[in-house]
């Protein structure tokens, strides 16, 4: 029986997919070797230091946390899933980690000095509302730096699984409506978000993260098993389904980065930055 039999919402997936150990344990520990890529650019592009305050968004299990903290700056780690703190608090125990929703944060106006954002961007229902909550806890003057996988429009892991879920994944299988997985790559919906909530200086660029693997369905597996959007398309699939998506991952990995025996699948990143004004 599908998992998606009752009514959902974006909002409650989100919740209970990240909320699970195993989601989370598989995450930090093979999905975020591409996502641990983009941490010193997040880290640079803030412009941490000793003395700079910054709250990082979204943790997860730390890996921002912990390249922040590397630079010297004080930091206080923010995520809903209990399951994600636990490992974060374990990995970074000099950091505070505190169990919170981006969308409502429970900080004081100007409060810090920058706001880091990995990779949380797609799985908040209102990913206007964090950007406003964000503006609102930085003081004047301090910069917002966010991360977000590249769309299909490029050579990526990411296009290669959601390609194969469209073409061999059950129709009865929908994720609820919610934004799309990379819509905050794309600056024409990234910066009037960020101008009307009180940015400015937008600007982005691209980090070149990627998977060193040596099966070339691995990037399967890694949506699969650590993931809360791609995990809720295809851990419900039906086994034929599920073969038939992932022989499509193997030829496309085999088609675009040749025939190995391992292989280096781009899942470039874009981050975007701006300044509190
Ligand atoms: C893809 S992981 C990113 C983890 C880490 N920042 C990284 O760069 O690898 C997304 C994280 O966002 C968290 N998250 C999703 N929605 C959230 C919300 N509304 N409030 C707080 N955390 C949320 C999830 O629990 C998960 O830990």
């Not at 344990?25 to 010193?40: G, I, L, R, T, W």
């Not at 929703?101 to 706001?115: G, I, K, N, P, R």
Request: aromatic letters at 8%.
């Amino acid at each position: 029986m599908s998992e998606f039999q009752e009514p959902d919402t974006f909002a409650a997936l989100e919740k209970r997919e990240w909320a699970k150990s195993d989601v989370a344990q598989s995450y930090a520990e093979v999905f975020a070797k591409a996502s641990d890529m983009v941490v010193p650019s997040l880290v640079a592009a803030v412009g941490a230091g000793p003395d700079i305050a910054v709250l990082d968004l979204c943790c997860g299990q730390g890996n921002v946390a912990a390249g922040l903290l590397k630079a010297g700056a004080r930091v206080t780690g923010l995520d809903f899933s209990p399951a994600m703190l636990k490992i974060a608090r374990a990995a970074v125990p000099e950091v505070r980690f505190v169990e919170g929703d981006a969308m409502s944060l429970d900080f004081e106006d100007q409060t810090f000095d920058a706001v880091t954002i990995g990779f949380g961007m797609p799985h908040v229902p209102d990913p206007p509302k964090v950007v406003a909550e964000a503006r609102r806890v930085l003081r004047t003057g301090g910069r917002l730096a966010f991360s977000v996988w590249c769309g299909p429009e490029v050579d990526t892991a990411l296009g290669y699984v959601f390609g194969a879920i469209g073409q061999h994944g059950s129709p009865d299988i929908a994720l609820p409506p919610g934004p799309g997985a990379n819509d905050y790559a794309d600056p024409t919906i990234a910066f009037p978000v960020l101008e009307n909530a009180g940015f400015s200086d937008c600007r982005q660029f691209t980090v070149a993260s990627r998977w060193h693997v040596q099966d070339p369905g691995a990037p399967y597996d890694f949506f699969l098993e650590g993931t809360a959007r791609g995990g809720a398309l295809l851990r419900p699939q039906p086994p034929e389904n599920a073969a038939a998506i992932r022989a499509a991952v193997v030829s496309k990995v085999l088609e675009k980065h040749g025939s190995g025996p391992d292989w280096d699948v781009p899942i470039p990143a874009v981050v975007t930055v701006a300044t509190a004004i």
